[in-house]
């Protein structure tokens, strides 16, 4: 016995005229979706992660783990500022003079973690990724720069301070000599 499929026993005639109507949308959908998508730039993404650290050293040489959100906020600040933008793109330039349009950068902190995740669009592939590179590199700069900055300010402390001491040594050494000529 030999089985056949029949849509008239499962449908209507109604039902099956409208049946003809889904390929012949789908097939029409499928033309406009790709004729306005045939007239937009192609959007370049490019991502990548940073661990920023969550501990500070102190000038009183006390390492303190600080609030996580108010430091790493700050760092999420300073990885998106006007400034570093403005620090990469001058290196981009360059090194390649045709890169005239900044990326777009955007950053977010991955939940729970010192994981910073940051997302470079751009029209234009080779650029967008080299971006992003320098937007790295320049905020490990820019950190290094604040703890030089840091540490000669605590060395100019320190060294003003012993200046300091040295001085009263010297008075006191000197008090003393006096001190004992005058027995």
């Given at each position: 016995?030999?089985?056949?499929?029949n849509?008239?026993?499962?449908?209507?005639?109604?039902?099956r005229?409208?049946?003809?109507?889904?390929?012949v949308?789908?097939?029409?959908?499928?033309?406009?979706?790709?004729?306005?998508?045939?007239?937009?730039?192609?959007?370049?993404?490019?991502?990548?992660?940073?661990?920023?650290?969550?501990?500070?050293?102190?000038s009183?040489?006390?390492?303190?783990?600080?609030?996580?959100?108010?430091v790493?906020?700050t760092?999420l600040?300073?990885?998106?500022?006007?400034?570093?933008?403005?620090?990469?793109?001058?290196k981009?330039?360059?090194?390649?003079?045709?890169?005239?349009?900044?990326?777009?950068?955007?950053?977010?902190m991955?939940?729970?973690?010192?994981?910073?995740?940051?997302?470079?669009?751009?029209?234009?592939?080779?650029?967008?990724q080299?971006?992003?590179d320098?937007?790295?590199?320049?905020?490990?700069?820019?950190r290094?720069?604040q703890r030089?900055?840091?540490?000669?300010?605590?060395?100019?402390?320190?060294?003003?301070?012993?200046?300091?001491?040295?001085?009263?040594?010297n008075e006191?050494?000197?008090?003393?000599?006096?001190?004992?000529?005058?027995?």
């Amino acid at each position: 016995m030999r089985l056949r499929w029949n849509l008239s026993t499962f449908l209507p005639a109604k039902a099956r005229a409208y049946l003809l109507l889904v390929p012949v949308f789908t097939v029409a959908g499928a033309a406009v979706a790709l004729h306005r998508s045939s007239g937009l730039p192609s959007i370049f993404q490019s991502t990548g992660r940073m661990v920023v650290s969550g501990r500070l050293n102190f000038s009183e040489g006390n390492p303190v783990a600080n609030d996580f959100m108010s430091v790493l906020g700050t760092q999420l600040e300073i990885l998106t500022s006007e400034e570093l933008r403005e620090r990469a793109m001058i290196k981009l330039k360059l090194e390649r003079p045709e890169a005239a349009v900044r990326p777009d950068l955007a950053a977010r902190m991955v939940p729970r973690t010192t994981i910073f995740e940051l997302t470079a669009t751009s029209g234009s592939p080779v650029h967008v990724q080299r971006y992003l590179d320098l937007v790295m590199e320049e905020y490990i700069a820019m950190r290094r720069e604040q703890r030089l900055v840091s540490s000669r300010s605590v060395m100019d402390q320190i060294s003003g301070e012993i200046a300091r001491l040295e001085k009263i040594l010297n008075e006191q050494e000197a008090e003393l000599f006096r001190f004992r000529s005058e027995e």
